[in-house]
């Protein structure tokens, strides 16, 4: 069978495109009116390195088994689709064309998928440990969430780094690292049969016989995707300093010891709202792969150009932290310095 897939946001939603074209289901993704034409005419590429191999494959959709087409959110039909993928950062949803997909998304009732370093509201509301009404002081807007039906909608750990390189067109994306995509089961047996069905065609995938990398997999526990709080806070918001950012690699090793202490107590938090040991990511073998990453997080890099709206999952998890009573002050750091500086940048941009 092969499914549609709508994703929301052409940049890192090209790599999972990618890999559903790759398994011969199709792709919508949604897009500024340049970036669509520019994908309707050209494609899309994504540049990754296959196992046993020195140098990055460029893949290229229009080679791929699968179709792709990409347009502007206010054409978007939802029951056109089986999965729906959310894929941009969360403050980018304010913007009216987006709000009203999201909408017409919740209405039809279309299974979600978000690969959101930020989890959607209505998937805190299927962690009977959060107190998501609290959680709401994090989100941009919490009232773009409301309409969804929280078993509709599951999170994904966007674990694969992925960029636009600088010096290209807006179709290509470049994959620094390629881990795998970490989903939570759906609610519900029929929205659960599309995820692992997906997630095994994308796992038959080969090129020239080859393995690629970046799988999708899907996961029993809720919290499998919360893995990726420890490693947020650890090392992306540290990237945001009182100067310049820095790269997610110093973030990580220039004081190694309280990296380790600021990931055991997100672990705890993690853990205190149900996770199990299985469920997360040793430090070391996060510190290992931080090494690689010699760019800083995306959210530093927006704050360092000026934006005023950054995913806030540094105060969602003091949030959550602070009901279980559970803090650090590494943490509170983090969250008054992002404070501070998002306010800096409002008022510029005021």
Known sequence: MVYKILILGASYGSLLGTKCLLADH???????????????????EVRLQLKGENAPRAIVS??????????????VEPADYDLAVLAMQ???????????????LAA????????????????????????AEAAEAAYSNARIWDRFDPQKMTLCSPDAQA?????????????????????????????????????????????????????????????????????????????ITAGAPIS??????????????????VEQIVRRLGAQADDLVPFDKYAAAAERLDRPSSAARAIAAGTALIERVDKLIQIVGRQHRITHPAIDRIVAL?????????????
């Not at 229009?62 to 502007?72: E, N």
């Open 163 to 239: 960029s636009r390189p600088t010096d290209e067109p807006a179709n290509v994306l470049r994959v620094n690292l390629p881990t795998n995509f970490k989903a939570a089961a759906y609610a519900t047996p029929d929205d659960n049969d599309i995820l692992t069905r997906l997630a095994d065609d994308i796992d038959d995938v080969r090129i020239d016989g080859r393995d690629v990398p970046v799988k999708l997999r899907v996961h029993e526990s809720l919290f499998a995707p919360l893995a990726k709080w420890p490693m947020l806070l650890t090392g992306n918001y540290r990237c």
């Open 108 to 131: 039809a009732e279309v299974p979600c998928l978000s690969l959101m370093n930020m989890p959607p509201l209505p998937y805190l509301k299927r962690i009977a440990a959060i107190d």
């Open 26 to 44: 199709d792709v919508t993704l949604v897009c500024r009116t340049a970036t669509a034409e520019l994908i309707n005419a050209r494609g899309t």
């Open 62 to 75: 229009d080679d791929l088994p699968g179709r792709l087409d990409a347009c502007t959110p206010e054409l």
């Open 90 to 104: 969360e403050p980018q949803y304010l913007h009216p064309n987006l709000r009203g997909l999201l909408s017409r």
């Open 248 to 265: 997610m690699r110093e973030a990580v090793h220039a004081d190694l010891e309280l990296s380790r202490d600021i990931y055991a107590c």
């Open 338 to 350: 992002v404070d501070a500086k998002v306010a800096s940048n409002r008022l510029r941009v005021a």
